[in-house]
């Protein structure tokens, strides 16, 4: 059974960053694609980064582009998001998941994944 943990979130201010950080064990890390996700009160969890095997393709989702970076090091078996100029609707708790790909959009990437880690809450203050 695999586990991800998720770390790196915290209280920030409007415009600030933060990087985020996902481990994973127990996967065949190298071998999924793997992605971000994140869901603020109230509303469904959503797809926002997403990375190839060797990070040749990357993939954000709108809200975030730009702004966002996303990637990864295999030998770690650890998923990084690097986020700048964060705005009071990137608060949500930030969770990563794999998937086997390929990336055909965010309504399905990481549906099949159930096993989703606890998560770390980003706070985003003005």
């Known amino acids: 059974q695999g586990q991800l943990v998720e770390s790196g979130g915290g209280l920030v201010q409007a415009g600030g960053s933060l990087t985020l950080s996902c481990t994973a064990s127990?996967?065949?890390?190298?071998?999924?694609?793997w992605g971000w996700f994140r869901q603020a009160p109230g509303k469904e969890r959503t797809g926002i980064a997403c990375?190839?095997?060797?990070?040749?393709?990357?993939y954000y989702s709108d809200s975030v582009k730009g702004r966002f970076t996303i990637s990864r090091d295999n030998a770690k078996n650890t998923l990084y998001l690097q986020m700048n100029d964060l705005k009071p609707e990137d608060t949500a708790k930030y969770f990563c998941?794999?998937?086997?790909?390929?990336?055909?959009?965010?309504?399905?990437?990481?549906?099949?994944?159930?096993?989703w880690g606890p998560g770390t809450q980003v706070t985003v203050s003005l």
């Open positions: 990375v190839s095997w060797i990070g040749g393709s990357i």
């Open positions: 127990g996967f065949d890390f190298e071998n999924y694609m």
């Open positions: 998941a794999p998937d086997t790909g390929p990336f055909t959009g965010w309504s399905t990437f990481g549906t099949a994944f159930s096993d």
